[in-house]
């Protein structure tokens, strides 16, 4: 059995590998429900003196806004796949050669 590929269904499985992905990658940051963070501050103590100190070390975690603008991404995906007509198949070479073996 042959599987038919129309536009309409590329552009929405695309759209969910997008927001699956996306929604993944935000799962194993953290799952920060906050803003998105490029920097995380970390408590150390000097082990000479036993004073705290906050230092920040380079991290992303991705928070809620990288979630949104994702998940907004695979929606605008799956809305232009409402542009193309539901029998509209992909051309496969087939169909294109068989074409212009019949014109000739």
């Given amino acids: 059995m042959m599987l038919r590929w129309s536009w309409r269904r590329v552009f929405r499985l695309v759209a969910l590998v997008v927001a699956l992905a996306?929604?993944?990658f935000w799962l194993a940051g953290g799952a920060h429900r906050g803003?998105?963070?490029t920097?995380?501050?970390?408590?150390?103590?000097d082990e000479?003196?036993?004073l705290e100190a906050i230092?920040?070390?380079r991290r992303f975690v991705p928070g809620v806004d990288f979630l949104a603008a994702v998940l907004g991404a695979a929606g605008?995906?799956?809305g232009v796949s409402c542009l193309f007509r539901k029998d509209a198949e992909m051309a496969s070479s087939n169909k294109?050669?068989?074409r212009s073996a019949e014109e000739l």
């Fill in 55 to 57: 230092r920040y070390e």
């Fill in 35 to 37: 803003w998105t963070r």
């Fill in 39 to 45: 920097s995380v501050a970390v408590r150390t103590q």
């Fill in 76 to 78: 605008l995906v799956a």
């Fill in 96 to 98: 294109i050669h068989e």
């Fill in 22 to 24: 996306g929604v993944a």
């Fill in 48 to 50: 000479v003196t036993g």
